[in-house]
């Protein structure tokens, strides 16, 4: 079973508003990272939170993290057309230091 | 910058031939990893290596092999190709560091078509 779901599947908005997408999962984790794909590319890792952090900015982007939850949102603020893509949340695997698992991923759409 | 490099970023093949998908990362990193990503299913573990000549089956390894030689070059080899391997296959890089914050560095892709 996928250990992130990220909702919503998909979100279109204008350019300049803020976007918000959430990721839940289901076991422990020591961190969340997400993770952004443009179309037909690969991944890019955007930022990183521990299970200890509850708020990470990097530039526009905000990430919060509930453990008691099990969740985490991504927010990324005064967004842009090249904003434009899917979101991944990942965390590490239970038992596995190497493996992530991916969620399947919330597609933004920002229009101009 | 860590750079992830994949030999093919689109590939036709006929059903039944064997078809080497090749990864190459520069930054000396111990871990590799395949996955394939179909519309639905987001991204899906094929194999992983931790070190040269090492792998471990990921979520769905069936009708996939792997090879490691070299630190540096993850080989993903389908067998007897088949139609329902068509997808987006991307290869990733980690390293083997401590406190598990492990990110993973991803090549730009190779959309493998089966006919």
């Known amino acids: 079973s996928q250990q992130g779901e990220e909702d919503p599947q998909a979100l279109s908005i204008q350019e300049g508003e803020n976007a918000t997408m959430n990721c839940s999962y289901k076991t422990s984790i020591n961190n969340l990272q997400w993770y952004r794909q443009n179309s037909g590319r690969g991944l890019v890792h955007l930022i990183l939170i521990r299970s200890n952090e509850r708020e990470k900015h990097s530039g526009r982007l905000r990430v919060t993290l509930d453990t008691s939850k099990k969740s985490s949102s991504l927010l990324i603020t005064a967004s842009r057309a090249a904003d434009t893509a899917s979101y991944f949340c990942a965390t590490v695997r239970s038992g596995s230091a190497r493996q992530l698992t991916f969620g399947s991923g919330t597609q933004l759409t920002v229009l101009p | 910058d860590v750079k992830v490099t994949q030999s093919s970023r689109y590939l036709v093949k006929r059903t039944g031939e064997k078809v080497f998908l090749e990864c190459v990362q520069d930054m000396d990193h111990e871990n590799m990893f395949w996955y394939r990503q179909d519309p639905g299913l987001g991204l899906r573990l094929i194999y992983f290596?931790?070190?040269?000549?090492?792998?471990e089956k990921g979520d769905i390894p069936e009708g996939y092999s792997v090879s490691r030689e070299k630190k540096e070059r993850f080989s993903l080899i389908l067998e007897s190709a088949s139609t329902n391997q068509t997808s987006m296959y991307l290869c990733?890089?980690?390293?083997?560091?401590?406190?598990?914050?492990?990110?993973?560095?991803f090549g730009p892709g190779t959309r493998l078509l089966v006919l």
């Open positions: 990733a890089s980690s390293l083997l560091g401590r406190g598990l914050e492990e990110t993973q560095y």
């Open positions: 290596s931790y070190d040269v000549k090492m792998k």
